[in-house]
């Protein structure tokens, strides 16, 4: 796809985080219509491996949106498998909440749980 011209199933311009721009097609099959971001990662060091290969756990995150979808998801999951699930944007600020509360509580910064 030209920087000029969209797929003609994409009804705008792709959201700023959107790294697949150049890669919309007119024949992208229905499924493969989405807006992707960039990927973030953590390493579990904690955590028991899926597979005894050397490679570190992982949490891998990053944004997802199917055009059709009104907002983004964010992708959770495990190394590169399908272990994980999508979460709405609220859904994360609220898990980034619970989160830092319990960073805090296990520091010994905050008394009450």
Not at 8 to 23: A, D, F, K
Not at 60 to 75: F, N
């Amino acid at each position: 796809m030209s920087a000029t011209r969209r797929p003609y199933w994409l009804p705008g311009n792709c959201p700023p985080w959107c790294l697949l721009v150049t890669e919309h097609r007119d024949d992208d099959h229905p499924e493969d219509r989405s807006h992707a971001g960039r990927d973030a990662s953590v390493t579990l060091t904690a955590a028991d491996p899926l597979d005894l290969d050397g490679e570190p756990e992982e949490m891998r995150l990053y944004l997802l949106q199917h055009y059709r979808e009104c907002e983004p998801r964010i992708w959770l999951g495990r190394n590169d498998t399908d272990r994980g699930g999508h979460l709405t944007l609220d859904e994360a600020e609220a898990l980034a909440a619970e989160l830092r509360r319990l960073v805090k509580v296990g520091r010994g910064e905050d008394a009450g749980e």
